[in-house]
């Protein structure tokens, strides 16, 4: 038999309301992020899984259904704190192979994972403790930044992979292009996976917010734009589903991914913001 022997039709292909959405959410503190993340479906009544890696899980302090795991290590130099990720990681595959196993449901809905910044600094930790050279100042030196990717690397992929959705947030970095002096915006993390982090997931949304007549709102572009080229979203195909950007009000449901959901689904028709306000809505 052969391998190609087990291709499939794209007609066939289809997003159900059960898969399971692995999602890129960059924005600077305070865009929302983590509350955002927060609006996943619960499937089955299944809590969602918090990974508080930046020491900031009382921005969904009173929330239901979220059960958080504090990972933030306030010694910014330890090893430890990538041993105890690690240690998550390596149980949540173990449930999830067990389930397959036995038919068991995963016991989560979501796994958030919050944020990538200090996901990377941790993972620095322990690559420094490969090899006793240090740059000046003690800072890392060339030979420990391999080992730091592989370690995000397998990690951030086999959270991925879980029977969940799963969020990874992260901060912007502006970088400029030496030859044309262009400005662009990619995620805050080391080398080569700014560019390649991104393309592993299937949903890449910027988080913002802004000042509009005294109130904070906040929004989600799902779509690149100029510097911010990266943002996608395989839910929006074609950007037939929705127009960017996307408010996340939370006095207003359905919010954030339940919105989107309803738009992708047909539950929700699409309203552009003029719309809204000429029906004396916002």
Request: aromatic share 10%.
């Amino acid at each position: 038999m052969s391998i190609l022997d087990n291709t499939i039709n794209s007609k066939d292909m289809e997003i159900s309301r059960d898969s399971f959405l692995k999602v890129f959410m960059a924005g600077p503190t305070g865009s929302g992020k983590t509350m955002g993340a927060t609006t996943l479906p619960h499937t089955n009544g299944k809590p969602h899984l918090l990974l508080d890696l930046d020491g900031r899980a009382e921005t969904v302090a009173g929330e239901e259904g979220i059960e958080i795991l504090r990972l933030y290590d306030a010694k910014p130099e330890s090893p430890k704190a990538w041993d105890n990720v690690e240690s998550v990681r390596k149980e949540l595959s173990s449930m999830a192979r067990t389930c397959r196993k036995t038919g068991k449901e995963f016991p989560y809905s979501a796994i958030i994972e919050d944020g990538l910044s200090s996901l990377a600094t941790v993972a620095m930790n322990s690559a420094l403790l490969l090899d006793n050279k240090r740059g000046l100042g003690g800072a890392p030196a060339k030979q420990h930044y391999m080992p730091q990717i592989t370690y995000l690397k397998k990690h951030i992929n086999a959270m991925r992979v879980l029977p969940c959705h799963y969020v990874l947030t992260s901060h912007f970095e502006l970088l400029t292009d030496e030859e044309s002096g262009e400005i662009k915006v990619l995620p805050k993390v080391t080398r080569s996976l700014r560019t390649e982090l991104p393309s592993w997931f299937n949903e890449s949304y910027r988080c913002y917010r802004e000042s509009i007549k005294g109130k904070t709102r906040y929004f989600w572009m799902t779509a690149g734009t100029g510097k911010y080229e990266f943002f996608k979203s395989a839910l929006n195909k074609r950007g037939k589903f929705w127009k960017d950007p996307i408010e996340v009000d939370f006095d207003d449901p359905p919010v954030g991914f339940e919105r989107l959901l309803a738009h992708r689904f047909g539950d929700l028709k699409w309203e552009s913001s003029l719309e809204k306000e000429e029906k004396g809505g916002k």
